[in-house]
């Protein structure tokens, strides 16, 4: 049975640690109960926000509507082919756990994507990405409803207009749409993507065969090395993305800082390295009173305790701001403000 609870504290599911209250709050565990929601009366008009793992979220505030926190667990294998194996997770699995049942498994595709937070269901929001691979290329059909109507929906992989942190879940369908179930098309033949940052070089120091076990460990190994661990100093990961600029604008810059690390995006543009440009800046390591930025990863905001998110968002402000005066890039933020 479906409890819709009221003043819910959300202190424990946004990775910030951010202490805000939902008006509503309900965390339904089937498409049923999201439909039981959705046809409340008691419910009309009332904001909504569909909340993941919580990992990428910053509360400014008190939410004064109805959160809903989807719990649809399972994971189903579908489909399966000499190459291939189809398997459908729920929205509201943890990540890693899909990851790591994966590679337990042996299905390449989403090793690299080992230890990132949160939940199967903001997968392909996202589009979330590391290591040289994005969720896009083993998402193959988001389930979902759309919020408006209560009509079920299948988007197939296209349709999700994936493209780098975003997909059509932020654009057209923002806040229209909650995403029940993922179905991934994975290798039972794994194609082994090393090449990215210092993957490779850590597999080879440290395990002797180079397949999906090991590139996992080796990427929870760099991971936890330069990323902070949101349950010891909270943080939602990246706080901005990687600005995409155009080509001779990036290369201009290239000129003037050699070090500048360049990324190909397309034919036009090339992608920035924010934490780059904000080291530059000066702020890596930098701490103002409860909040600060990580001494091993610029791009990572922390809360060292207590934090109001209005000491987030003028931190995040004012980084956007010097890099802009010194670099004239504007870097986005990644994070969703609510
Ligand atoms: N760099 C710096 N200073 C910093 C951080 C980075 O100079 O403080 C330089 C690095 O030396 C490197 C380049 O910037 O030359 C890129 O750094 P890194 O490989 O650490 O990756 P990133 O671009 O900073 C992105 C993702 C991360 C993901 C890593 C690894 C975004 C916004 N972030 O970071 O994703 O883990 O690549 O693939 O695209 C996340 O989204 O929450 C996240 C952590």
Redesign the pocket.
């Known amino acids: 049975m479906l409890t819709i609870q009221t003043n819910y504290s959300l202190k424990q599911l946004n990775t910030f640690n951010i202490d805000v209250k939902a008006k509503y709050y309900a965390a339904p565990t089937s498409e049923d109960e999201i439909l039981e929601i959705l046809n409340d009366e008691s419910l009309v008009g009332v904001p909504r926000f569909i909340l993941g793992g919580g990992s990428?979220v910053l509360f400014t505030g008190d939410f004064d509507g109805i959160v809903i926190h989807p719990q649809i667990k399972g994971i189903e294998k579908i489909d399966e082919d000499e190459n291939h194996i189809w398997l459908c997770a729920g929205a509201g699995v943890v990540w890693d756990i899909f990851v790591s049942y994966c590679v337990k498994n042996n299905w390449g595709g989403v090793e690299n994507l080992s230890f990132?937070p949160g939940n199967v269901g903001a997968a392909p929001v996202?589009n979330?990405?590391?290591?040289?691979v994005e969720a896009k290329s083993t998402i193959d059909e988001v389930y979902g409803i759309y919020l408006e109507n209560g009509e079920p929906f299948c988007l197939n992989n296209a349709e999700c207009e994936f493209g780098?942190?975003d997909s059509v879940f932020k654009e057209e369908l923002k806040g229209k749409a909650i995403i029940t179930e993922v179905t991934f098309k994975l290798n039972k033949k794994p194609v082994y993507i090393t090449h990215?940052?210092n993957v490779e070089e850590e597999l080879t120091k440290n395990y002797s065969k180079v397949n999906v076990q090991n590139i996992r460990k080796a990427i929870i190994t760099i991971?936890e090395r330069?990323?902070p661990d949101p349950g010891k100093l909270p943080n939602?990961?990246?706080f901005?993305?990687?600005p995409i600029v155009p080509v001779e604008f990036a290369e201009n810059l290239k000129q003037k800082y050699e070090n500048m690390?360049l990324f190909a995006s397309d034919k036009k543009h090339a992608k920035l390295?924010?934490?780059?440009l904000?080291?530059q800046c000066g702020w890596?390591g930098k701490r103002i009173a409860n909040v600060g930025v990580h001494e091993?990863?610029?791009?990572?905001l922390i809360n060292y305790g207590g934090a109001e998110a209005s000491e987030l968002t003028k931190l995040a402000a004012d980084i956007q701001q010097s890099v802009k005066e010194k670099f004239y890039v504007e870097v986005e933020s990644?994070v969703n403000y609510v």
């Not at 979330?128 to 040289?132: L, N, Q, T």
């Not at 390295?273 to 780059?276: I, L, N």
């Open positions: 990428n990132i996202q979330i990405g590391a290591y040289g780098y942190r990215y940052g991971r330069k990323l939602a990961g990246s901005f993305k990687n690390p390295a924010a934490g780059w904000i080291e890596k091993h990863q610029a791009l990572v990644e």
